[in-house]
Structure formats: structure tokens, C-alpha cells
């Protein structure tokens, strides 16, 4: 028993402080910031999406989303920190925004 226990301790000792990657909690955070996913608007790599096809006063409209992996920072910032119409509100903390940022940077390359 003392040796499971030690060889136990010994593993943990060796186990990364972290739980998941930076670019896991990137991804992650993308996906379900807050409950409502940026995917479902921006897709996977930030770029623009169609939401609806509808009319309006006998005309043909469309909404969509704007492209955001080709923002600056201090606009991507500024974005998710204003109230724009239809964009839900998520109330990130600033490394999170990074975080998210940095994500759709790496989109942007693959």
C-alpha cells in the first residue's frame, strides 16, 4: 500500500501544473464563453456567417455577422467590451480576451 502511495506522489510531482493547454482553453473558451457559443455566429475560424435571409418592406434582406479574425486587437477588444446589436454580452475578463484573440489568430494561419 505505501508504494502505491508513493509511486502515486511521485506521478503527481511529475504532472503539469496546468490542466489544459493554452490553446485547449483558447478553443475551449471560443466555443462556450459564456453559453453562447462564438461559433455558432463567427464559425470556427472567426469569419462572417450568414444568420438570416428575410424581407423587409417588400425587400429582400440579409443579417450577418461581421468577420472578426482580421481585427486589430484594440478593436476586437472594444468590440466585445460595446453593445452591439445582436451580440450577446459575455463579460470576459481581459486574459480572456486575449485568450480568444490569440485563438483566432492561430485560425487565421491553419
Do not use: W
Not at 481581459?94 to 485560425?107: C, G
Amino acid at each position: 500500500m505505501k508504494l502505491i502511495i508513493v509511486l502515486l506522489f511521485s506521478f503527481f510531482l511529475e504532472a503539469n501544473e496546468d490542466f489544459i493547454t493554452k490553446d485547449e482553453y483558447a478553443s475551449q473558451l471560443y466555443k462556450n464563453p459564456r453559453g453562447i457559443s462564438c461559433v455558432l455566429c463567427h464559425n470556427k475560424d472567426g469569419s462572417s456567417k450568414l444568420i438570416a435571409k428575410y424581407t423587409h418592406k417588400q425587400r429582400a434582406r440579409e443579417l450577418k455577422t461581421s468577420q472578426i479574425n482580421n481585427l486589430k486587437y484594440e478593436d476586437f477588444y472594444k468590440a466585445l467590451n460595446s453593445r452591439i446589436l445582436g451580440m450577446p454580452r459575455y463579460f470576459l475578463t481581459d486574459s480572456e480576451i486575449k485568450l480568444l484573440y490569440y485563438y483566432l489568430q492561430k485560425q487565421k494561419k491553419k
